[in-house]
Structure formats: C-alpha cells, structure tokens
C-alpha cells in the first residue's frame, strides 16, 4: 500500500497538470459512474492529501475522495493516449493531459463536510503544515492509554496519518526504539525523536518519489540518489542480514497480521 510521501507527491504533480482547469469525467469500468457525471466539465480547484487520502476539489463543492488501498493505481498521461482500459474506475481529462485510476479501495463521491470528517479522524500527518496543535503532544495523548506495541500502534492512521510498514521499521530503527514496546511507556523524547524522523523521511520520500533511509555517508556514498536498491534501507525485509550500524542480526517477527523488522542491538 503506498506511504504517505506517495499521496502527497500524487496530490502535488496532479495539481501541476488539473488544477484550475475544468474537467472531463467519466468512468469507463461503470462503478463510479453517478460520481464522475458530477463532476463532468466542472473546474478543478484544488488537489489535496492528508496520510494515505485524496480529495479532489471542483468549484461545484463536489469532493471526490480517492483511497488507494492496496491495488489502487495512478497513470497520469499526455494526450494522445490508448483507449483506457475496461479496468479503470475514473478517467479525468483535458486538452493536454489525462488522468487514469484503477482498483482503488475508496472512490466516492462526498461533501467538504465528509471530507472534514474523515481529516478529522486522522492523527497528525507529518507533510502537513499548520497544525493547530502540538503533533507530539498529540501523539502522546493517542498512545498513553494504549497498551498495544508501538510497532502496531504505528499503522493505526487514528494515531499519525501516512506511515505505512516501511516507515514503521525504519522511523523505529532511527530512533532505537523496540517495537514491542507497549506504546504507552514510549517517552516524550522518543515520540519527538520520532516524529522529527517521520517529518525529514517522509519529506525526502516525497521529493524523490521513493524510501530511503540510509545515511549514504555510512556506505561510503556521497548522495541519496548513489545508493544502490537493495542499500536504501536499515532494516525493513532485511530479517537474517547484519545491522549496517552494529552488525547484529537483523529480526523479523508477526506484530499485528504484519511482519515489522529490527535490530535487537540498535534498539534495545
């Protein structure tokens, strides 16, 4: 499922190319046929993200909320183009450019207040800016009640929006931090530490269009971009390898229904 830097960096180069433009809609597949008429040859204002969620503004107060789960896809095209597949959910279009969803989990139709509901729902989303309230402050009082791992804990998006099991391991492997810690003894520093750490990754996984959380400086690198596939990463599916930092063993274990990976020296 993609993380939160893949939502906000969708969010941003869509709105390079849709925003501020009226629209062309339809939905080839048939099943968002009612939402996509809406908002036929109506303008487009504003393209926005918040954790793993889009909304989809149009002048006409009509918000289209855009989840992509597990198998959703985007392909955003310059016209001329194929024909779109018999798969795709909703095709939205101009003059110049096109854009192509299919298999989402949530492609609706909503009001701004649904839409404020579901942000509402979500705890702090660290590409978000002006929040009103402290995000670690915030992620204390989530957590302090909850006995749950801090590994689980994590990919509640009631507790931070957009961390998905890539970041969990590594956000965790920065700050040292087991992740069986039960999420309510994890301290004030620990949770600044972490959503300082859930900020800068996620910002740079946003700006590159991919994860990676190695200091390149540790591998002999000069920059990001010089790091190799299979050296981008702490930890995160590297179970049986040594730690890049101490050499340990790299572990693996079921938290939630999903694996989360660390290192049992770097985070003690």
């Known amino acids: 499922m993609p993380e939160g830097h893949t939502i906000h960096r969708a969010a941003r180069l869509q709105n390079k190319r849709f925003a501020g433009t ?8 048939g099943r968002f046929s009612t939402g996509a008429a809406r908002v036929d040859g109506v303008r487009l204002d504003r393209i926005t993200a918040n954790g793993k969620h889009l909304f989809y503004n149009f002048e006409s107060a009509d918000v289209v909320h855009v989840h992509l789960g597990l198998f959703g896809k985007f392909k955003v095209r310059t016209l001329p183009t194929p024909d779109p597949s018999p798969n795709c959910r909703w095709l939205l279009w101009t003059e110049t450019d ?17 839409a404020d509901r579901i942000r509402a729902r979500l705890g702090p989303d660290p590409l978000a800016s002006g929040h009103r309230i402290d995000p670690v402050e915030r992620l204390g009082h989530k957590l302090c009640r909850r006995a749950i791992p801090i590994g689980a804990a994590l990919l509640d998006q009631k507790v931070i929006a957009g961390i998905g099991n890539v970041y969990r391991s590594e956000l965790l492997y920065l700050i040292g931090l087991d992740p069986f810690t039960p999420a309510r003894d994890v301290g004030e520093a620990s949770l600044s530490a972490l959503w300082s750490e859930a900020v800068r990754l996620l910002r740079l996984g946003e700006r590159s269009g991919r994860i990676v959380t190695v200091d390149p400086a540790e591998l002999g690198r000069r920059r990001r971009r010089d790091l190799e596939r299979l050296e981008r990463l702490y930890c995160y599916k590297r ?4 730690c890049r930092r101490c050499g340990d063993v790299i572990r693996s274990a079921d938290i939630d229904g999903r694996n989360v990976w660390w290192c049992p020296t770097e985070q003690r």
Do not use: F, K, M, Y
């Open 22 to 29: 009226t629209v062309n809609s339809d939905s080839p597949q």
């Open 239 to 242: 179970q049986g390898q040594d």
């Open 98 to 114: 096109e854009l192509h969803l299919a298999g989402p989990t949530v492609c609706e139709l909503i009001t701004p207040e649904e």
